[in-house]
């Protein structure tokens, strides 16, 4: 880089107050110490850990607290985890209870063909349903109640709904029908007397129009506690079960589909007590979780100081480059001086810190806020994980894959642009023509999952063999759809998006072996031939003056 003769020059309006203080002071002799400064200060800013330690003896202390951490996060997660899943499994081992308990013959993986057929099996599993109901603290194996407002008991509503007015003749191909939906609800008490008998038609006032009739819906509301728990030395925790029971009639197709919805609720127990040293394992655990969120706010305040340096040597390097070189610096040089890596650890310590203090707040019963703790926490370890990757770039032999991705992801990013525009397509096309007569093809989301699989090679035979071949026109447009899909995108779109990468992969190889083209700002840095340990940067160590400081204040540092 060729020397450009020095000018010192007065300073305009323009100018900032750093770089007007800059052209003020400076002279010839002390602008090539600034010079070799800066140089300095670039080169020991984009040094590794091993490196900073060797030139400044500065110890690592974001690497170990990144690997504290990992330790920790990770921990912290297996024990929410193991915890979260009795509570999962608690609440599907509910819901399947509930569909055995109030569905008449329900057996398990029935749920998509569940439905009856007549009249009569309509009000048999109605009135099932509802005896079972009130029947349930005597038949119930777990620890089922009713729940309670005040001193009573919550009731079950049975509510059908139907259209206001409807005279339907198909024999006749005449109807007449107000489609204005009524809901009519007839509620039942848990401690209804019955004397010793079932519920029926002939002791309830409940019948059905089924040529108007578009839905029934059985609800009410069950509580149950979560036990299990206590033999894991956790507190246990209270459940709140919203149950409805649809018959879904809306098709009028002669066909009641029947489903069971459990909307599940914790809540903390108002008044419990458990004996024994369950409450100084929850302490511990509430130890631990505070100990991870200072350790992540350590992290969080290290890596933010990090990112700052970088912006101010950034700004720095500009306005030198400016003045003394009289050009830009570039956009991707400049964003050299931002870490991307330090913000992904910085987004991770902020997830990790909201995580950890839910998972206290569950663990003292004050939140049950069970999925968004999962997010938190899962997300968190995932990026500190993925943090660690920066410091494996650091050797040549690690940092091939994180080169590659960084290189191709421009290339990426705009080939799955053009690629989407063509699955879109196919999805749109799919759903509008094949919906009506393949399975997997009824909804947007159906077509996106099934397409998706079939680039990946999954149950190519049975998405052709489940084609319904009721009109031959579509059938054949689907052959033709199908096959042209997975010709375009297995043999086509995949092939190019993989030559993508190895394309972008033997690049990097390739530049590894003879030199990746030099940027203006790694030129730069070149010329400074200063090892880590020659004890020149132990020199500036103390200095925390700016490039553009007075020069009588730059002079008693060189």
Same mark, same amino acid.
């Given at each position: 880089m060729e020397t450009p003769e020095v000018a010192v020059s007065s300073c305009s309006a323009h100018d900032d107050e750093d770089l007007c203080g800059y052209k003020r002071h400076l002279s010839v002799s002390q602008e090539g110490l600034?010079? +070799?400064?800066?140089?300095?200060?670039?080169?020991f800013f984009f040094m590794n850990p091993c490196e900073k330690f060797w030139a400044r003896g500065r110890k690592p202390w974001k690497l170990g607290i990144q690997l504290l951490k990992i330790a920790m996060v990770t921990i912290q997660l297996v024990v929410f985890g193991l915890s979260n899943q009795m509570v999962v499994a608690f609440k599907e081992e509910n819901t399947v209870a509930f569909k055995h308990l109030f569905l008449k013959g329900?057996?398990?993986?029935? +749920?998509?063909?569940?439905?009856?057929?007549?009249?009569? +099996? #309509?009000?048999?599993?109605? *009135? *099932?349903?509802i005896n079972q109901y009130l029947q349930l603290p005597n038949i119930s194996v777990g620890n089922h109640a009713y729940e309670k407002r005040g001193a009573e008991e919550t009731a079950l509503a049975v509510c059908q709904q139907f259209y206001k007015r409807g005279t339907i003749c198909p024999g006749n191909d005449t109807f007449d029908i107000d489609p204005e939906i009524v809901t009519d609800c007839l509620y039942i008490e848990p401690m209804t007397p019955l004397d010793n008998t079932t519920v029926g038609k002939h002791n309830l006032n409940f019948t059905l129009d089924f040529h108007r009739l578009v839905t029934v819906q059985l609800m009410f509301n069950l509580k149950a506690i979560n036990l299990q728990t206590v033999r894991h030395h956790e507190l246990p925790d209270c459940y709140d079960f919203t149950l409805t029971i649809v018959f879904d009639n809306k098709a009028h197709s002669g066909r009641i589909k029947i489903s069971l919805d459990n909307d599940i609720a914790i809540r903390e127990c108002k008044d419990w007590h458990v004996s024994g040293s369950i409450q100084k394992n929850t302490h511990y655990m509430m130890i631990f979780d505070a100990f991870v969120i200072l350790t992540c706010l350590a992290s969080l305040i290290l890596c933010?100081?990090?990112v700052v340096k970088g912006i101010r040597l950034q700004r720095e390097f500009v306005s030198f480059f400016l003045y003394y070189y009289k050009k830009e610096v570039s956009f991707s040089d400049q964003m050299e001086f931002v870490n991307g890596w330090y913000i992904l650890i910085m987004?991770?310590?902020?997830?990790t810190i909201v995580g950890s203090t839910l998972k206290m707040e569950i663990q003292a019963? !004050?939140?049950?806020?069970?999925? #968004?703790? !999962?997010? $938190?926490?899962?997300?968190?370890?995932? $990026?500190?994980?993925?943090? #660690?990757?920066?410091? $494996?770039?650091? *050797?040549?032999?690690y940092n091939l894959l994180i080169l590659t991705l960084r290189a191709a992801l421009p290339n990426v990013m705009r080939f799955c642009c053009c690629a989407a525009m063509i699955y879109l397509g196919y999805c749109f096309c799919g759903w509008i023509v094949l919906g009506p007569y393949h399975v997997k093809f009824r909804s947007l989301n159906m077509v996106s999952e099934c397409l998706f699989s079939l680039i990946n090679g999954d149950d190519m035979f049975a998405t052709f063999a489940k084609m319904q071949q009721k009109s031959y026109l579509v059938w054949l447009f689907s052959r033709i759809y199908l096959y042209s899909f997975i010709s375009l995108f297995i043999y086509m779109v995949l092939s190019l998006f993989i030559a993508l990468i190895t394309d972008t992969y033997e690049t990097v190889k390739h530049y590894q072996q003879d030199g990746f083209p030099e940027t203006e700002l790694q030129r730069f840095i070149s010329q400074c031939k200063d090892l880590p340990n020659s004890g020149r940067y132990r020199l500036e160590e103390e200095s925390s003056a700016s490039l553009f400081c007075c020069c009588n204040g730059c002079s008693e540092h060189m």
């Open positions: 600034l010079e +070799d400064q800066l140089r300095r200060k670039l080169k329900y057996m398990d993986r029935m +749920d998509d063909t569940y439905a009856v057929y007549t009249q009569r +099996d #309509v009000y048999d599993q109605i *009135f *099932f349903a933010t100081r990090s987004v991770s310590d902020v997830l019963k !004050s939140l049950t806020s069970y999925d #968004v703790c !999962s997010i $938190l926490l899962g997300t968190s370890t995932m $990026l500190v994980w993925l943090g #660690v990757i920066r410091y $494996l770039g650091f *050797f040549q032999k």
